[in-house]
């Protein structure tokens, strides 16, 4: 009995009818890690200079090569075996993958916990998505297959996607949309100053902290993080683009420190620098008031959901040079 019959790709079971979907499947990010463990594309390679890039290639391949789908069924028969499996519905083969058993099983720590509502925030209480309570809408509603499939020119992560979920999808700029006065003031290209959707409608959300690397006494590797805790910083857009067109978007700290792979090279990341570790996020924390969009005080007054200087204080030289392109000043 083959246990996955639906691993190998191409000489899966799978293939013979679904021909086209398992091949494109084979280089969709769920199947690869480009961004995170590619040799040519990893984004934490920006990080490192020339003289320690290559040393680290066989550390990416042992610490972050791990997270991605085995196989169709860790979507479409049971919960991913990085979630340690299990069978959903007996031996179903389910068209549809179930948000909470399928996609929250690994995007658990920040998608789950922001879309359902259960994280704590020390400033305001949470609720779950608007997309999810009351809408119970799935995580394909936006996510759909042919995104989670692969695409015909497969593109290097999740920010690179040419045509990604965007809230314009269902909500267009009609009449009645503009004649709410924060939209006609922010939400559009012509507005002095033009605000990515969930700068107002996004609550507050999971940030992590400083990420360690490493193997253990029993070869195997480990991570461990010195917590996460969920706000919201709104910074200045560092990465504009016809794509990305706004002036101020919404920030998550991720968990790289300068000497996150120091159990294995120390100093490796000699160009940490390079990149904001408050970077541009899509939260999944929507709902329609949120403590900044209670009234225009809590920007134009208030200023602290702002990313400030003040906020890295306590943070290493190097950090809070990377993120002086997202810091607000005023």
Request: one cysteine or more; glycine letters at 8%.
């Amino acid at each position: 009995m083959d246990s996955l019959p639906s691993s190998a790709v191409r000489d899966s079971i799978c293939y013979d009818c679904h021909t086209g979907i398992v091949s494109r499947f084979e280089d969709s990010l769920h199947a690869q890690t480009r961004g995170i463990s590619g040799h040519g594309e990893a984004i934490v390679l920006d990080r490192a200079g020339p003289e320690t890039r290559d040393v680290l290639l066989p550390v990416l391949d042992r610490q972050c090569n791990r997270c991605h789908v085995t196989g169709c069924g860790d979507c479409h028969v049971s919960r991913p075996r990085q979630a340690d499996g299990g069978l959903i519905d007996g031996h179903v083969f389910n068209r549809t993958p179930d948000s909470r058993f399928n996609c929250m099983g690994c995007h658990g720590s920040r998608v789950e916990r922001e879309f359902l509502g259960t994280g704590e925030s020390d400033v305001c209480e949470l609720t779950a998505d608007v997309h999810w309570d009351p809408g119970e809408m799935e995580c394909v509603a936006c996510h759909t297959g042919a995104w989670m499939h692969g695409q015909t020119q497969p593109f290097d992560d999740r920010y690179s996607n040419p045509s990604p979920p965007r809230c314009e999808m269902c909500h267009d700029a009609s009449a009645a949309f503009m004649g709410i006065e924060y939209h006609d003031a922010h939400a559009h290209a012509d507005a002095a100053v033009y605000l990515q959707c969930q700068v107002c409608h996004a609550q507050d959300y999971n940030n992590c902290v400083g990420c360690h690397v490493g193997e253990g006494d029993d070869g195997v590797g480990y991570y461990v993080n010195s917590g996460s805790y969920f706000d919201l910083k709104i910074g200045r857009n560092y990465l504009k683009s016809a794509e990305k067109p706004w002036d101020y978007v919404v920030v998550r700290r991720i968990p790289v420190v300068p000497d996150t792979f120091d159990e294995y090279v120390e100093g490796a990341l000699t160009e940490f620098d390079v990149a904001p570790t408050f970077k541009y996020a899509t939260p999944h924390s929507i709902a329609r008031v949120t403590r900044q969009a209670a009234s225009c005080e809590a920007c134009h007054d208030d200023g602290s959901v702002f990313l400030t200087a003040e906020d890295l204080a306590a943070l290493t030289a190097e950090e809070q040079r990377a993120n002086a392109p997202v810091v607000v000043d005023r």
